[in-house]
């Protein structure tokens, strides 16, 4: 079993930057690939990011690549996205998982509940 906890969203203005963090517990950290996902209101859940669990190899949605960087430290189980020059479509609750390299929700064993970032124009 893992625990997964987000944390680090807010308000922001559009432009603006933010950094989520993920913090797991339970088994192995290191054993999992993470990922990012987000939903915004009556949309579906979509891929952000995601990073292998050992040798740090990046995956980005095309809405986010340039903007996005997704990162771990496996010394302190925590998976990061730094989320640089917000729009406003970026708004949603994001969420990390753990499980396999992939875009794909289905591919992914375990989730947080869930941080909520609002980027106002």
């Known amino acids: 079993q893992v625990q997964l906890v987000e944390s680090g969203g807010g308000l922001v203005q559009a432009g603006g930057s933010l950094r989520l963090s993920c913090a797991a517990s339970?088994?192995?950290?290191?054993?999992?690939?993470m990922g990012w996902f987000r939903q915004a209101p009556g949309k579906e859940r979509e891929f952000v990011a995601t990073?292998?669990?050992?040798?740090?190899?990046?995956y980005y949605a095309d809405s986010v690549k340039g903007r996005f960087t997704i990162s771990r430290d496996n010394a302190k189980n925590t998976v990061y996205v730094q989320m640089n020059s917000l729009k406003p479509e970026d708004t949603a609750v994001y969420y990390c998982?753990?499980?396999?390299?992939?875009?794909?929700?289905?591919?992914?064993?375990?989730w947080g509940q869930g941080t909520q970032v609002t980027v106002s124009s």
């Open positions: 998982a753990a499980g396999g390299y992939s875009s794909s929700p289905r591919e992914y064993d375990y």
């Open positions: 339970g088994r192995t950290f290191s054993s999992y690939a």
């Open positions: 990073i292998t669990r050992s040798r740090g190899r990046t």
